[in-house]
């Protein structure tokens, strides 16, 4: 009864003994209908708004969110970029720019809009 008690009042206490890697545990949580999933930040590759919705894209799967571009976007980090009104991307991740940028094979839209803000940032 002791130990339970002990073990309750330090609940951060690392049960492993081993190290905590704070920039690994950049994780968020998206609700896809029934179903929530945990997402590591540098497993994202794009977002896609279509309509209400907003599709996380990694490089498995891609999650469907019940959100905004502005909601999405304020849920991750500088890491990120809109470059369409339906689109932004992992910085990290573009390989390629022209009139606009790619992840793998996918093309990513760049509109005139953004594209003084994407071209500062590259």
């Not at 599709?55 to 019940?66: G, P």
């Amino acid at each position: 009864f002791l130990k339970a008690i002990h073990k309750a009042s330090n609940p951060i206490e690392n049960v492993s003994n081993q190290p905590i890697d704070k920039s690994n545990n950049r994780i968020i949580s998206l609700k896809s209908g029934t179903s929530i999933h945990r997402i590591k930040l540098d497993d994202i590759l794009y977002l896609e708004a279509n309509g209400n919705y907003i599709s996380f894209a990694t490089s498995d799967e891609k999650i469907m969110a019940l959100c905004t571009m502005k909601d999405a976007l304020a849920k991750l980090d500088e890491g990120f970029l809109q470059t369409h009104r339906s689109f932004a991307v992992a910085k990290d991740k573009v390989t390629k720019e022209v009139h606009q940028l790619s992840i793998g094979d996918k093309a990513i839209p760049l509109s005139s809009s953004y594209r003084k803000v994407v071209l500062e940032q590259f």
